[in-house]
């Protein structure tokens, strides 16, 4: 069943395998939830031995939530404010220099909409990629399968439906682009 989670196809999640994996993220999530705020080197070090890549000078700030950690790669010089969800089901890449504002929501899974799969407890999940220099404000959600491109804006409590294009900003739910961004 991991091998398919990985593929993005439908899997069932209590498999052992993705037990351990996601027992062992909520054990490092809960460290780095409950360490000393001002041990910057311990929190660097249990966010680089869960994700699949954590960049030079990048910070998350606790509490921080994933489903399991090695899916989620985060580029140098990237700032995550309070309350990070980043349901790495599927992968999710954030670039380098971006800035998220908190309680942003990075969603990947889904679940299927025939009763009888959703019943059966089936799940999938698509990719999330988050360009270099992008800002999500406050609340943002981002949807599965959502690509947002580099230098791109989006504002505080949008929902993110599909992809955006490089440098512009987007607000609303869903969210719609309504200017580019200025030099």
């Not at 800035?99 to 990075?106: A, D, E, K, R, Y």
Request: net charge negative; charged share 20%.
């Amino acid at each position: 069943m991991r091998e398919r989670m990985l593929a993005g196809e439908l899997y069932l999640a209590d498999d052992p395998e993705i037990v351990r994996d996601s027992e062992r993220a909520m054990a490092l999530t809960h460290r780095l939830n409950t360490a000393d705020p001002n041990d910057h080197a311990l929190r660097r070090e249990l966010l680089t031995d869960l994700l699949g890549a954590f960049g030079e000078n990048s910070e998350i700030r606790p509490p921080f939530r994933c489903d399991y950690g090695y899916q989620t790669f985060v580029g140098a010089r990237t700032f995550a404010n309070f309350g990070l969800i980043s349901l790495d089901v599927a992968r999710v890449t954030i670039g380098g220099d971006v800035q998220i504002g908190p309680n942003v929501q990075l969603l990947t899974a889904l679940h299927p909409v025939a009763a009888g799969l959703r019943r059966d407890k089936w799940e999938a999940a698509k990719p999330i990629t988050i360009g270099d220099n992008v800002w999500l404000g406050g609340g943002v959600i981002v949807l599965p399968g959502v690509t947002i491109g580099a230098n791109t804006v989006v504002g505080a409590g949008a929902v993110v439906t599909k992809d955006l294009p490089p440098n512009v900003v987007a607000v609303g739910n869903p969210a719609r682009v309504i200017r580019a961004v200025e030099p």
